[in-house]
């Protein structure tokens, strides 16, 4: 059977560049500063983000918390989206890595104003603890892949200086969230204090992330990554498709936003609830309780015609396109979904 596998930007596997250059990188022990590749690969992040220094991480997720943990101090406040992924899949890190309370805060389709934001910032009072940080997620996964415009994040950033508070961002889509809006993504990372991005979603790098910011951010990074157990040895090896990610990845991925827009028209055609105003990147999520289903049952009458979603919610599925799903697999995926809601619709499901 056809398998159609949109659960993630995150299946995506090694390019056959990304391996060749993995079997041929050169290797030294990173957490003695020896890797060169390791090295080569964050001064290209750094580059790209407009920022100082750069430090490779396992994951995403180690990226924000290790930036949580050094842009924080115990007893501090985190304002954050109420469904951002540090907040709601990072296993309440906020609280047990960095001792900080989040302070959860709902915005428009995942993306928070500035105006929202000035209302949660904590006065100078005894009672209150210090607001030490605010996190921004570009682009809002839960939300859909929507994207912080470059003047939404500035208004932000005028806020934070005002009030002397570090902006971190979570961009493990910033690509998307660059290409979906035509800038660059250094225009976007400059109005974060730091960023974190993942070579292991789009780019199809099979592990890895970056977390960018300044010189003396990023040595406080590398002390935080060490007692997490990421100082790896020979990362060389991972570093070198990670590179060749940011060098061969990025352009592609107009194509899964085109996929994911014509993905997300033929399903509203066939009467599938999806908020089209979300669908700016490579994400649909789409609402199937008008059928009578859950999101469970959706993904399981999928499964078994051999496209793959994931469960978002009680009555939420995620399509997710992403390097290897082709204008034809989109086309068969949208026939197949209207072949079940024509089944359910009548009654035979
Ligand atoms: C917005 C966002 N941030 C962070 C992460 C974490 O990345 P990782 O899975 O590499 O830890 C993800 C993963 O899906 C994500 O969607």
Known sequence: ?????????????????????????????DVYGEDPTVQ???ELGAGIMGKESALFVASGTMGNQIALMAHTNKGDEVICEADSH?????VAGIACLAGAQ????????????????????????VHQPRTGLICLENT?????GTCYSVQELAQIKELADSNHIPVHMDGARIF??????????????EKATSITFCLSKGLCAPVGSLLTGS???????RRYRKMLGGGMRQAGIIAAAGIVGLETMVERLQDDHLHARILAEALVSIGMDIDMETVQTNIVIANVSSFGITAKQAAALLGEQGIKAA??????IRFVTHHGIEKDDINYTAGIIAKLVKEINAGLL
């Open 1 to 29: 059977m056809k398998i159609v596998d949109l659960r993630s930007d995150t299946v995506t596997k090694p390019t056959l560049e990304m391996r060749q250059a993995m079997y041929q990188a050169e290797v030294g022990d």
């Open 40 to 42: 080569k690969l964050e």
């Open 86 to 90: 540090i907040f709601y899949y990072e």
């Open 102 to 125: 989040a302070r959860p805060i709902s915005g428009q389709r995942g993306i928070l104003s500035s105006d929202r934001i000035k209302h949660h910032i904590r006065p100078q009072d």
């Open 140 to 144: 809002h996964n839960r939300a859909g």
């Open 176 to 189: 998307n969230a660059a290409t979906a809006q035509n800038v660059s993504v250094e225009k976007l990372a």
């Open 215 to 221: 010189h003396d951010f990023i040595q406080e990074c």
């Open 311 to 316: 469960v978002f919610g009680e009555y939420s």
